[in-house]
């Protein structure tokens, strides 16, 4: 999503109003609550051990109003058996019961800010029953500082605008709309303006796609950021299209990730400078170098697979499509032929959490090797317990589902 669900939610965490809160009283400048990192049990028990996160789709979920390149969102149409406003509402009720207070909730997108009063009501959802609740938007709604008065004092605790570049022609490029880097910058402005006039309890932040294009001026896009007045910037390694409609394999991807050795060795030579130059107490920010294993095995290699199961998603996430079907991981389609462990229509959230078909996958999933488990996200252990499998281990491993048979 791009959300960047990637971000390092304990990163964000650390992130106070860093910019433009100076001349504010101590104790209006908020901090976002943490969210419980997953415990390491002997055995995982789902009925003592109830799930953090909530990614919840909304009616636009599964459309975009922009057209990005590496997603293809934009292609899709919503189908007519989605869940209703008020049944989204009562999954919230649900997954408060089952998280208590701290719980996260993301409204998933599509882009989420095309039914604003969809989102007003989610989002007033969480806050009133003591729940995070974030987002990821392109900003194209937020034209006015009326909306976006509106935006950060709705129960929103974290928005997250995509922007891939400080320089235009970059940013219209990924984006696939001309224009949309003065509505995107504007956007941010007015929602800094409206937090900082409000003392609004929200984190703000600015996240990229790096691909060959932007990744030379990483830094100085940090830097562009932080002149914006956000609490965070963030970025995330350009991957396989999302939702890949083309006929003709991934054009995108494959032109601009990083192919020869040259260009891997700069690539991995400039994150890790970014990082540890420009996160930490001394920078905006939200990698660490907690990530930068992940980050530097991806570049070389993008399919690599994880020499030791660390993915904690099956242990922590519920994810509930537009038609409210379930699954425990955003890639549960590459591990299973049917990635769904039920629906919200036929069982509660309690049910499905601690469900004998939840078991089951969680049993495969407890052996997944994919990388994607490594991200700040999911990650379980920390960096330096893992590493990348060796060729021969890899070769071996395929994915879950072959191994253990598709579930």
Not at 109 to 119: F, I, K, R, S
Not at 221 to 247: I, M, P, W
């Amino acid at each position: 999503m791009t959300f960047s669900i990637s971000t390092p939610l304990a990163s964000i965490r650390r992130i106070l109003f860093r910019t433009r809160t100076e001349d504010l009283p101590e104790e209006t400048i908020p901090t976002i609550p943490a969210i419980p990192e997953p415990a390491i049990p002997l055995a995982f028990d789902p009925t003592r051990q109830p799930p953090l996160v909530l990614f919840l789709s909304m009616s636009t979920s599964n459309i975009c109003n922009f057209r990005c390149k590496f997603c293809h969102i934009w292609m899709n149409e919503d189908p007519s058996n989605e869940l209703t406003v008020a049944e989204r509402i009562d999954v919230i009720d649900q997954f408060a019961a089952l998280s208590g207070p701290g719980g996260c909730v993301f409204p998933a997108g599509g882009e989420v800010t095309m039914d604003l009063p969809e989102l007003f009501a989610l989002a007033g959802a969480c806050r009133d029953r003591g729940l995070q609740c974030r987002i990821a938007t392109n900003g194209s709604a937020i034209l006015t500082p009326e909306v976006a008065s509106q935006i950060v004092l709705s129960g929103l605790t974290c928005i997250t605008v995509s922007l891939d570049s400080h320089h235009r022609e970059i940013h219209e490029y990924t984006r696939g709309m001309k224009g949309c880097f003065d509505e995107t910058v504007n956007a941010i402005r007015l929602l800094v303006e409206a937090r900082d006039r409000h003392a609004a309890p929200v984190i703000i932040g600015a996240a990229c796609v790096v691909f060959d294009q932007n990744l030379d001026e990483l830094e100085e896009f940090v830097d562009y950021c932080h002149g914006l007045g956000v609490n965070f910037a963030d970025f995330s390694l350009l991957g396989r299209t999302f939702a890949n409609q083309s006929r003709h394999g991934d054009p995108f991807f494959e032109k601009h990730f990083w192919w020869t050795p040259e260009a891997k060795q700069r690539a991995k030579e400039k994150v890790d400078s970014v990082i540890r130059h420009k996160s930490g107490a001394a920078g905006l920010l939200a990698r660490t170098v907690d990530d930068l294993p992940f980050m530097l095995n991806y570049i070389d290699d993008p399919d690599f697979r994880i020499s030791t199961p660390i993915c904690a998603s099956h242990e922590r996430n519920l994810v509930v499509d537009t038609t409210g079907r379930v699954s425990l991981c955003f890639n549960a389609s590459m591990i299973f032929q049917d990635p769904h462990i039920g629906s919200v229509k036929e069982s509660t959230l309690s049910e499905l959490w601690t469900g004998r078909k939840t078991e089951e996958y969680r049993s495969v999933m407890n052996e997944c090797r994919l990388n994607c488990g490594a991200l700040g996200c999911h990650r379980r252990m920390d960096a330096s317990s893992w590493a990348p499998a060796t060729t021969e281990a890899a070769a071996s491993q395929g994915t879950p589902a072959l191994q253990a048979g598709a579930v």
